[in-house]
């Protein structure tokens, strides 16, 4: 009976000569009137009815569909090997019965796809939105023959018994292959997604697809899936293969020929149903669990446009060109090495004609701290008792000269059986360190009494500690770095990692090789760095060794582990930035900034090391420091984006530990932090400032630590009202202007000190003011943010501006790892003009 209903209903509904029974359609027949007899066999005394219409494109169809019948649609078109064109379905129901939709199945050679009419597609929190006009892009499976015809048919089912209305149109997308450097316009919206064909031209194996809307929602999705069917392209199963991103109004992905057999792609768009993914607002609860929700009007312009990415002749012109901006830097040392070797010789030649040596005729070089208003200053002091007791022990306290030849052998002695407790002649004296200190004057001799071969192995713990840190922070982050990299690759989800997605150039497995590249300035600057200390270091060493007593006894005492520790710092930086930049993102952007916290850290313990050598704190402490400021980095990431409590606590840290150590600073160590700390407070502001108004007896010190102190109150205040969410950066911006603020301070008061800088030092501070200045406009430029959405983040991409290889950040990469290499230069030769001036003429501020 369901069979003869078959065969009834076919000539019944033909109009015209009866067309040609090929085997496709006999076959879609027989296939329909089977299901039929099977299905409908269930249902006692009902019998449904199947419809087989011929049909054509670009004719509207307006049927009604019920339970008692069903419609195909049989449609043929001729597909050619070298043109693809698409075939699109367009499908409106008129009734509003949301309980018994329609079903549209759609049978093609290769594919079949189905969808149901009102679609409801669901949204977070189990949402869900119904569209009663739905358009879908059929798959074209590739063809071998030059020419063939396909066939494809559009079965319409419901199971509601009362009549539905719908239209259903069929068109042919003429424009369904992307062209190279063409752009493409075309309108989505959830219910209707798109996607268009690309290939690969001749000679071209990477492109950039780039998709842009002046509309920032609402969101979309694009994707790059490999030409097979099914094509996903809906919101809910867009990210089962190929790759995606987010986007609101910028999109791009880049795309190699080799990760695509077929020499060629799919790029999809799709609307999503809500836009919390792009940083949208989320919309309000429905006020039942399976209430459905109006999405409104979410159709969206959009433009695409696919271009040729650079060549590898471009990759081999950026990697020339870093490598020769950095390794120019090499030969510039190079030469003024071999330059300032030559003047040396000069200057020994001209010493040997003149037969006159200090060693020979027990004189000191004349120096113009000798007549300077600071030459009497040892004997300044603060009060009468502390004046008598100086006075008393002047002669024994002050520098001991110990013989040329007992100086030298002890410089030869092994420094592994020197121990900094058996050797440490303060430690032996301590009634006298307290009274030296309080002089209103001290002079660097006052601070540099220790062993120098105790000092120069406690500075050198600075660098192998630092070497040691290093290592075991480095293996876990390049082996977690390659795994993120290892999953954006598989799983293809590009809001994984915050590229400039414009100037992404991949090379292997890596996305963004030039941002990688970049980093190389703070390797190989470092490393310069390193080779420049280490020369000093042996000529220092070889001074010593012949007992020169300008090495012995004059300029700011050489100790050179905090230098090694620097340079290892930058080329440290360089390495963990790299490793940042395989896939930016908010989980590992401390890579970037740890050894950013320690360079600023170590650029101040060298400036007050300078003239405070004995006592600068130790390795142990400093890093344990630094280690908080970190932990503190890491806290502020995960917890602070809005957490008041968290900002209060860290406000309190922040302003507390500045007055401790504003406390140390003042002092010079001479204090104690026990249970009578409160009693000698309230005793000392009794006596200066209530029984009798004194004025700060160190009135340089003063004055810097009371700026020092209006800086980070600003600055925890500031934190506490806004509230950055971009914490790391926050703490290195506090960091940065206590370094700057200290440095000021330093030169300030060596110019006051009636000292002078020497020609190098000074184009030194000049030139690195300048690039800092460059790189901080680069920097500000933010081509990405991880403080906002993937899709957010993209709108800030560029182009790039350098060679069409480097962006902006990278410009940031070369010009602060210049920057910071001169930074290091001007701490290293900033005090060279005391070399020949005697230490207990060179004050100590």
């Known amino acids: 009976m369901v069979l003869r209903s078959c065969w009834k209903s076919r000539h019944k509904n033909s109009s015209g000569p009866a067309p040609c029974w090929t085997r496709p359609r006999l076959a879609a027949l027989l296939w329909l009137c089977v299901t039929q007899f099977v299905c409908g066999s269930g249902a006692e005394g009902e019998t449904n009815t199947v419809i087989q219409k011929d049909a054509e494109f670009d004719v509207t169809y307006n049927d009604t569909v019920t339970s008692e019948n069903q419609t195909i649609y049989a449609f043929n078109h001729t597909v050619s090997r070298n043109k693809t064109e698409g075939v699109r379905v367009f499908v409106d129901v008129l009734s509003q019965g949301f309980e018994s939709p329609i079903l549209f199945v759609v049978r093609q050679k290769q594919a079949v796809v189905s969808f149901q009419v009102p679609l409801i597609l669901r949204g977070l929190y189990q949402r869900k939105y119904p569209y009663s006009h739905v358009g879908r892009t059929l798959c074209q499976p590739p063809t071998r023959a030059a020419s063939e015809t396909q066939y494809f048919f559009v079965d319409v089912s419901t199971l509601s018994s009362l009549g539905t209305n719908y239209q259903l149109r069929v068109s042919r997308v003429e424009s369904f292959t992307l062209q190279t450097d063409k752009k493409f316009s075309f309108t989505a919206s959830p219910s209707q997604p798109q996607y268009f064909k690309y290939v690969f031209p001749d000679g071209v194996d990477t492109v950039i697809v780039k998709v842009n809307s002046e509309m920032t929602f609402p969101c979309s999705v694009m994707s790059i899936q490999d030409i097979q069917c099914p094509v996903y392209d809906l919101d809910n199963n867009v990210a089962f293969i190929g790759m995606y991103q987010t986007m609101t109004k910028k999109g791009a992905i880049t795309v190699q020929r080799k990760d695509f057999p077929s020499n060629s792609f799919y790029v999809v768009v799709v609307v999503k149903t809500e836009d919390e993914a792009c940083g949208g607002p989320l919309r309000f609860y429905p006020l039942r669990p399976d209430e459905l929700i109006d999405a409104g009007n979410r159709s969206k312009f959009i433009d695409v446009i696919v271009t ?195 100037c992404a150039h991949p090379l292997g497995a890596l996305s963004a090789f030039n941002n990688i590249l970049s980093n190389l300035g703070y390797v190989l600057l470092g490393l310069l760095f390193l080779l420049i200390v280490l020369k000093r270091d042996i000529v220092h060493n070889r001074a010593l060794v012949r007992n020169d007593l300008n090495a012995l006894e004059c300029g700011i005492p050489k100790h050179f582990g905090l230098y090694y520790a620097m340079g290892t710092a930058l080329m440290m930086e360089g390495l963990l930035s790299a490793c940042y930049h395989v896939c930016p993102n908010y989980t590992n952007f401390q890579f970037d900034t740890s050894f950013m916290y320690m360079i600023a850290g170590l650029c101040m313990l060298k400036l007050y090391q300078k003239r405070h050598p004995d006592i600068n704190a130790s390795a142990y402490t400093a890093y344990a420091c630094l280690a908080g400021v970190i932990f503190f980095s890491v806290l502020g990431v995960v917890f602070g984006k809005g957490n008041t409590v968290f900002w209060i606590i860290f406000s309190v840290i922040h302003i507390l530990s500045t007055m401790l150590l504003s406390t140390q600073l003042y002092y010079m160590g001479r204090w104690r932090l026990d249970s009578g700390m409160l009693r000698r407070i309230v005793y000392v502001i009794y006596t200066d400032c209530i029984r009798q108004c004194s004025g700060p007896m160190y009135i340089d010190r003063m004055v810097l630590l009371v700026m020092g102190n209006i800086v980070n109150w600003s600055l925890a205040a500031y934190g506490l009202i806004e509230r950055p969410n971009d914490f790391a950066s926050y703490l290195l911006a506090i960091a940065i202007c206590n370094l700057l603020l200290y440095f000021a301070f330093y030169i300030i008061m060596k110019l006051r000190s009636g000292e002078r800088i020497q020609c190098l030092a000074l184009v030194c501070i000049l030139f690195t003011a300048v690039v800092w200045g460059f790189a901080l406009y680069f920097f500000f430029q933010g081509l990405s943010t991880w403080q906002k959405t993937p899709a957010e983040s993209r709108e800030h991409n560029r182009d790039c501006i350098l060679l069409s290889f480097f962006d902006d950040h990278d410009i940031w990469h070369f010009l602060s790892s210049i920057a910071m290499f001169g930074s290091f230069l001007v701490l290293l030769t900033m005090d060279d003009d005391l070399d020949t001036v005697q230490r207990d003429k060179i004050l100590a501020f």
Do not use: H
């Not at 004349?366 to 002047?394: K, Q, V």
């Open 308 to 502: 040729p990415a650079i060549n590898s002749e471009v990759y081999v012109m950026g990697m020339l060109f870093c490598l020769g901006i950095f390794l120019s830097f090499y030969l510039l040392t190079l030469l003024m090495t071999c330059l300032e070797n030559k003047r040396m010789k000069k200057r020994e030649v001209f010493q040997i004609a003149a037969d006159m040596s200090p060693a020979e005729t027990g004189k000191t070089p004349a120096s113009p701290y000798e007549y300077g208003s600071f030459a009497d200053n040892g004997s300044t002091l603060s009060s009468e008792a502390i004046t008598d007791s100086a006075t008393s022990t002047d002669n024994n306290y002050g520098y001991v000269e110990q013989s040329l030849d007992s100086i030298g052998r002890s410089r030869q002695e092994s420094l592994s059986s020197v121990e900094e407790d058996d050797y440490d002649t303060l430690d032996d004296i301590n009634s006298d360190k307290n009274i030296v200190r309080t002089k209103k004057f001290l002079c660097v001799s006052d601070l540099s009494r220790k062993d120098k071969r105790i000092l120069s192995k406690k500075y050198q713990i600075y660098f192998w500690n630092i070497a040691t840190i290093a290592v075991f922070y480095a293996l876990p982050v390049v082996q977690l770095v390659i795994t993120y990299q290892t999953v954006v690759n598989v799983t293809g989800n590009q809001d994984i990692c915050f590229y400039n997605f414009l």
